[in-house]
């Protein structure tokens, strides 16, 4: 059972645009910056926002991230088959004094 | 480019140790500002933070596996390392290195390696 919440999967069509929430309480994404991943099998986790809502290097601004109270979203716009893969979100907890992550989401491009 | 390579066993006998190793190239782990990490991922998907070691061997373990962890540091040779004892089938898992920033409000993971697959059986 994952500290954070996510729904297990999302689908759109290609050039569509989804959105995955994440979804915490006060010791964890309401009182710290949430970061999202994706993830291949088999390949390495790629940072894909930290801080909430930044890009880094490299990554399109059809990835984009926000905030608000104890939840997060994670939106892909114009979606590509290459964008299918496992999305998590994760944070700082400071009540369980560790990092925590979302069960992920897996992105079907249909 | 920072990258980062798991190695070790892929099968440990229930009750054993689990001993992982993670080869850092393209920086130094000595250069400071950064924590080098553990996190797994286990076969239903969802992922668990381990914990991390700092360059000069600090720690910090999530508190549901401190009594089982322990990691090291090894700047000579650019690389750190897990252990984790008494281990059962529910430590099998998807073993990943990483290198994370953290500081009061944030928490991130930048880089990953590519994973090591654990198997704990007999």
């Known amino acids: 059972q994952s500290v954070l919440t996510q729904p297990p999967s999302v689908s759109a069509a290609p050039g569509q645009k989804v959105t995955i929430s994440c979804s915490g309480n006060?010791?964890?994404?309401?009182?710290?910056?949430v970061s999202w991943y994706q993830h291949l099998p088999g390949t390495a986790p790629k940072l894909l926002i930290f801080?909430?809502?930044k890009r880094p290097s490299g990554i399109p601004d059809r990835f984009s991230g926000s905030k608000s109270g104890t939840s997060a979203t994670l939106g892909l716009t114009e979606l590509q088959t290459g964008d299918e893969a496992d999305y998590y979100c994760?944070?700082?907890?400071?009540?369980?004094?560790?990092?925590?992550f979302g069960g992920g989401t897996k992105l079907t491009v249909l | 480019q920072v990258q980062l390579q798991e190695s070790g066993p892929g099968l440990v006998e229930p009750s054993q140790t689990l001993s992982l190793t993670c080869n850092v190239s393209?920086?130094?782990?000595?250069?400071?500002?950064?924590?080098w990490s553990w996190i797994r991922q286990y076969p239903g998907k969802g992922l668990e933070w381990i914990g991390y070691?700092?360059?000069?061997?600090?720690?910090n373990y999530n508190p549901s596996l401190k009594s089982r962890v322990t990691m090291s540091v090894d700047t000579s040779k650019n690389q750190f390392s897990l252990k984790l004892t008494s281990v059962t089938a529910a430590d099998t898992a998807v073993y990943f290195c990483?290198?994370?920033?953290?500081?009061?409000?944030?928490?991130?993971?930048?880089?990953w390696g590519q994973g090591k697959l654990v198997t704990v059986s007999s």
């Open positions: 990483a290198r994370e920033l953290h500081s009061s409000g944030y928490w991130e993971v930048d880089f």
């Open positions: 393209g920086g130094s782990i000595s250069s400071g500002g950064y924590y």
């Open positions: 070691i700092y360059y000069i061997g600090t720690t």
């Open positions: 006060n010791s964890n994404i309401g009182n710290n910056y």
């Open positions: 801080d909430n809502y």
């Open positions: 994760g944070t700082w907890d400071d009540s369980l004094i560790a990092a925590v």
